[in-house]
């Protein structure tokens, strides 16, 4: 009976000394392929307090699936038009809504169909959870983040430290094929994966890996070439059911609780992601980050490159470019044709 209220008390007091705070994160695109297991794994996060997702069908299933689980986060759930109350003082805000690639696509042949989603979360942030960290899935990053990114600044609503492109299942894999290779645990292996999302612009640094990755020339250029296609190889493996879902969800369910520990004060948070935030470069590069209660509380800029990888980046980088000018003038156009309609609207009411 002692034993036991000594080990309650103890509890307590260690509860308050640890100072954990619970933080709001809200999923967009919950009931999809990614954001079913995400939210999952979130449901399970201790630094969640209130998960709170969103989709334009399908959700409440969802929400009814997921609270049945025993752990202490709270789930609500918000259809279509109530993503407003959905991200109403969110900490984070995550998105994996939009359409997936089918063989033979590649991820920019989808911002046809997955640039407005960019618009519509990030205005949707700009007016309920200004505050809020925001960070895609949906593809192709590379485009979607200066869409996002344009369309806060015209809300006045733009804090470079506050927006993500979420690049780390390009981390997850490096570290996987590396400890493969190497037999080694793949948790033991920390490769930093720089650039973008996409194709050759997703580049491992295989110079900063650690443990130090010695070997063949050959070995590097084949274990880069299998990052860089990673994701087609899903794609292909799932003949035509979608894209990568379940090591996607680990990997953005990794970057939330990062930036979870970041808003909790942990220290040395770190992750690499594609932002817009003192990216080296180019306007938006993914690159190590210290993260904080600021979101990025550092830019780590970019790694030493040995030859190979200078002349990879040197490759790179006309085409990462071509993507980010796409994504700000599909922004422009949009958010200038919208404000047009709008006065017009005004002007009709007069
Ligand atoms: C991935 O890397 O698996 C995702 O970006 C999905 C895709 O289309 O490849």
């Not at 008390?9 to 260690?14: A, I, T």
């Not at 006045?156 to 080694?184: C, E, H, K, W």
């Not at 880069?224 to 090591?247: D, P």
């Not at 190590?288 to 190979?308: Q, R, T």
């Amino acid at each position: 009976m002692l034993a036991s209220t000594t080990k309650g008390l103890l509890q307590r007091f260690l509860n308050q000394r640890s100072c954990r705070r619970e933080f709001k994160v809200a999923v967009v695109g919950a009931s999809g392929g990614i954001g079913q297991p995400l939210s999952l794994l979130l449901k399970q996060n201790p630094l969640v307090g209130e998960l709170s997702i969103h989709d334009m069908k399908n959700i409440k299933g969802v929400q009814a699936d997921l609270s049945h689980i025993c752990t202490s986060v709270q789930t609500n759930a918000y259809e279509d038009q109530e993503l407003g109350d959905c991200l109403a003082g969110a900490d984070v805000v995550v998105v994996p809504a939009g359409m997936p690639r089918k063989p033979g696509m590649t991820r920019d042949q989808l911002f046809e169909a997955n640039a407005g989603v960019a618009l519509r979360v990030a205005c949707a942030v700009s007016e309920s959870c200004p505050q809020a960290l925001l960070a895609f899935v949906t593809n192709p990053i590379n485009s979607i983040v200066p869409i996002a990114a344009e369309l806060l600044k015209s809300k006045d609503a733009y804090d470079p430290r506050r927006l993500f492109g979420i690049t780390t299942l390009d981390v997850v894999r490096a570290s996987t094929f590396v400890g493969d290779f190497l037999n080694l645990n793949p948790r033991k292996v920390d490769l930093p994966v720089i650039g973008g999302h996409a194709g050759k612009t997703i580049l491992p640094v295989f110079s900063q890996c650690c443990p130090s990755f010695q070997c063949q020339l050959e070995d590097i250029k084949r274990l880069t070439h299998r990052i860089q296609e990673a994701g087609t190889e899903v794609v292909i493996a799932k003949a035509g059911a979608g894209s990568a879902t379940l090591s996607m969800a680990y990997a953005a369910a990794r970057f939330v609780n990062s930036l979870l520990r970041g808003l909790n004060e942990e220290p040395d948070v770190m992750e690499c992601a594609f932002v817009g935030y003192k990216s080296p470069c180019l306007p938006f590069f993914a690159t190590p980050l210290v993260l904080s209660g600021k979101g990025i509380e550092k830019n780590l800029g970019l790694p030493h490159l040995d030859d190979f990888e200078r002349e990879s980046l040197e490759q790179m980088l006309p085409e990462l470019e071509k993507s980010i000018q796409k994504g700000i003038a599909y922004a422009k156009e949009n958010i200038a044709a919208k404000d047009e309609q709008e006065q017009c609207q005004k002007e009709c009411q007069k």
